[in-house]
């Protein structure tokens, strides 16, 4: 069999180069678009559920909100296991898929089950990013020289940084930690209502009357035309104390005269904190589930670039600390590493074993050629490039083969030659058929 393969590989030696650099190019272009990462991404396929339902114990969330998406998601095509926490005033489930489905068929299929679900009022369940649990590749840390203080610098990470990192291709969601937001608080004074004859609804009542903008259509004048509409939104603490509550016995009463209004912080959920300083805020990145590390890093940073250029005052820097294209490069160092290292030894091992510079050659080259085949399967079948892809390929049982043909090529070789039917230099691999014919000296008695 292999014989034959042989001597028909000799008989159409052009069709065979052209297949071997169709081969070569087919695994350099895999190369170029296959992903590169660390480590491969082996997490299931899994859709989040969170529900916020502020203010509520974790047993009232888990009755009313936890335990009726769970019932809807049992149903759910293709959907293998559904598991939930719930904490105060949060609730979380996770649908786990069967393997090989679709990201966003399995999105949809939860969205079908959510839109006919009944909650109580003002809970409103969201899909969480696309993402698996290897998808954080990039945190960060705003730094300031002491002129800003932490609610100002997450004001900063709200409305500057993360919309403008959420514009690059591949990033699935930034999630901040630790600052404060910052807010309009409104404290009322119990003794002015009663004085009043008010109550926190009617306080409510107006600050929600007074924020609102409306349309009045439009006013021709000539040849032109007027859009008239109705600002209301408030946008300053001034704006807020002139609302106005309620009228008694003929005089106004604005918000300023039974509430005091001022700038404060939401009751924070994180505290970041690092280098010993009392407290920063943080950004994590993280990639949509299938995206190639690499390019999404590379854009991040020029993101970053412009952020620190013309998008971020003089006195903040985005600081890195860390950054998953380390391991990238380090998994690439590995990996180049360990095929040089193996290319190196097996030639070694050829000449030593062989005795001949062109047969150990021909066989070190099935190395790359075999790597360039694997990589070409790999990008058909979407396995990224890693450690553990590249790096588990077996040097030694790549060139058995060829080693088997190329001795036995050798050794066929110097028969002939001490049989004379070529000469030691001049008879080449072209002579395959000759070689092959030639039998072994008979015994005469």
């Known amino acids: 069999m292999i014989a034959a393969l042989i001597q028909k590989a000799i008989e159409h030696r052009w069709l065979v180069l052209i297949l071997v650099v169709i081969a070569i190019g087919m695994g350099v272009y895999a190369f170029r678009q296959l992903p590169i990462d660390a480590y491969p991404d082996i997490s299931a396929q899994a859709v989040f559920v969170t529900t916020p339902y502020p203010g509520r114990a974790p047993e009232e969330v888990e009755r009313q909100v936890t335990i009726p998406i769970e019932i809807a998601m049992r ?76 609610m100002e610098l997450r004001t900063l990470n709200d409305w500057v940084v993360i919309p403008r990192l959420l514009r690059v291709p591949g990033v699935a969601d930034v999630c901040n930690f630790g600052g404060l937001a910052k807010q309009y608080a409104v404290t009322y004074h119990p003794a002015q209502l009663e004085r009043y004859g008010l109550t926190l609804s009617d306080l409510i009542d107006a600050i929600k009357s007074n924020n609102a903008a409306a349309g009045g259509s439009m ?44 700038v404060d912080a939401m009751t924070p959920w994180s505290i970041y904190s690092k280098d010993r300083t009392d407290e920063s805020v943080e950004g994590i990145v993280l990639m949509r589930r299938g995206e190639n590390p690499s390019l999404v890093l590379a854009k991040l940073k020029d993101a970053i670039r412009d952020l620190g250029n013309a998008g971020l005052p003089k006195n903040v820097k985005l600081v890195p600390f860390y950054d998953r294209q380390f391991l990238v490069d380090s998994t690439l160092h590995t990996v180049a590493h360990s095929v040089s290292l193996g290319i190196t030894l097996v030639v070694l091992v050829l000449l030593l074993f062989l005795g001949r510079p062109s047969i150990a050659a021909l066989v070190a080259l099935t190395i790359p050629f075999s790597l360039l085949v694997a990589l070409t399967l790999m990008y058909f079948t979407k396995i990224p490039i890693g450690l553990l892809s590249i790096g588990a390929i077996d040097f030694g049982i790549i060139v058995d083969g060829a080693v088997i043909v190329a001795e036995n090529i050798a050794r066929r070789l110097g028969e002939a030659t001490k049989e004379g039917l070529g000469a030691q230099e001049g008879l080449g691999i072209g002579d395959w058929g000759l070689v092959q014919d030639a039998q072994p000296p008979t015994a005469t008695s």
């Open 75 to 150: 149903n759910v095509p293709r959907a293998e296991v559904v598991r939930s926490r719930t904490i105060f005033g949060l609730s979380v489930v996770e649908v786990v898929f069967e393997e090989g489905t679709e990201s966003y068929w399995a999105r949809q299929r939860v969205e079908e089950k959510l839109a006919g679900l009944e909650l109580p009022e003002g809970v409103h369940p969201d899909l969480g990013p696309l993402v698996s649990s290897c998808g954080e590749i990039y945190r960060y840390q705003l730094v300031t020289d002491g002129t800003c203080d932490v």
């Open 219 to 262: 006013l021709p004048r000539g040849s032109m035309s007027l859009v008239i509409r109705s600002s209301g939104a408030l946008e300053s603490i001034r704006q807020f104390q002139n609302i106005f509550v309620k009228s008694v016995d003929g005089t106004p009463i604005y918000l300023k005269d039974v509430a005091t209004v001022g």
